[in-house]
């Protein structure tokens, strides 16, 4: 039987975070398969944002189901560590631009990436860019994924993908987000950005790279 989101969200909303994680654990389907979980705790965040929009939860019940979420995905990672692929020797930073507060999903996408055995670390949110480039060139990941949810924020996307563009390490940029998902960010992008609408996307590109020979060590 499919996991009922109404359930789920409502334990998130009440900040019931044993019983939110057993709703997760109790189905054997989602505790195989880290993209359905993600799937499924996406679809509770929207159901949260919507009942926010109708004045049915206030801004305190969105920032509880927000932490409640954020401690079931930290649980999910911990119990699945065991069965994270060997290390493919490469490295992925994955930061919010300036002002995005909204970083559940880069967090998903992190952790998607170390099960795929890539070496990560996670910003998260509200990056300035200045931060973001001094990283990079620090810690020389091969792909930089940002996320970006608010559409105001789209115009500093175009700073962040154009000055990592220009890095001597030449970064692939990846984008997602909720903005990613719903609007043709192409003319805030480079050529060599790779714009990420969700989950079954970002697991395809991920199974490409694994099989993409010229792009490990
Ligand atoms: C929780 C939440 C918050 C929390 C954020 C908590 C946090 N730390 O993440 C808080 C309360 C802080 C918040 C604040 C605000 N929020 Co808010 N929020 C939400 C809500 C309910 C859920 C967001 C979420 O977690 N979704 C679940 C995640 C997993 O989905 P996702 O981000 O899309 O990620 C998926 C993919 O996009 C992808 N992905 C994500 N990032 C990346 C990155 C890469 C590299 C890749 C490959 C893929 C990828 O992976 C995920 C997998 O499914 C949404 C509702 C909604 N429909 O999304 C509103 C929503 C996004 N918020 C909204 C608004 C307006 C705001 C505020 C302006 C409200 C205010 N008046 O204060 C502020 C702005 C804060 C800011 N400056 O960023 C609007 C945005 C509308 C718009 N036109 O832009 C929404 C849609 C609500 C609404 N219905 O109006 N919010």
């Given at each position: 039987m499919p996991i009922d989101i109404e359930k789920?969200?409502?334990?998130?909303?009440?900040?019931?975070?044993?019983?939110?994680?057993?709703?997760?654990?109790?189905?054997?389907?989602?505790?195989?398969?880290?993209?359905?979980?993600?799937?499924?705790?996406?679809?509770?965040?929207?159901l949260v944002g919507k009942l926010w929009e109708e004045n049915k939860i206030t801004v305190a019940d969105e920032h509880l189901a927000t932490t409640t979420c954020d401690y079931v995905l930290s649980r999910y990672a911990y119990t699945k560590k065991k069965s994270k692929q060997s290390p493919n020797g490469k490295r992925a930073l994955f930061l919010c631009i300036d002002q995005e507060q909204h970083y559940l999903g880069l967090k998903m996408i992190s952790l998607l990436f170390e099960e795929y055995g890539w070496e990560t670390r996670l910003l998260g949110a509200n990056l300035p860019l200045e931060y973001a480039v001094h990283t990079v060139k620090k810690w020389q990941p091969s792909v930089v994924g940002i996320s970006v949810a608010i559409l105001y924020h789209a115009e500093q996307l175009k700073n962040y993908v154009s000055e990592l563009g220009t890095l001597q390490s030449q970064p692939e940029i990846l984008v997602g987000g909720r903005l990613a998902s719903n609007y043709d960010l192409t003319k805030y992008c480079s050529e060599n950005t790779v714009l990420v609408p969700g989950l079954k996307e970002i697991k395809l590109w991920l199974e490409e790279q694994k099989g993409d020979v010229s792009n490990h060590g």
């Open positions: 789920l969200t409502n334990t998130l909303l009440e900040g019931e975070e044993d019983h939110a994680w057993e709703l997760i654990e109790n189905k054997a389907e989602l505790m195989e398969n880290s993209h359905l979980t993600f799937e499924v705790l996406t679809s509770a965040m929207q």
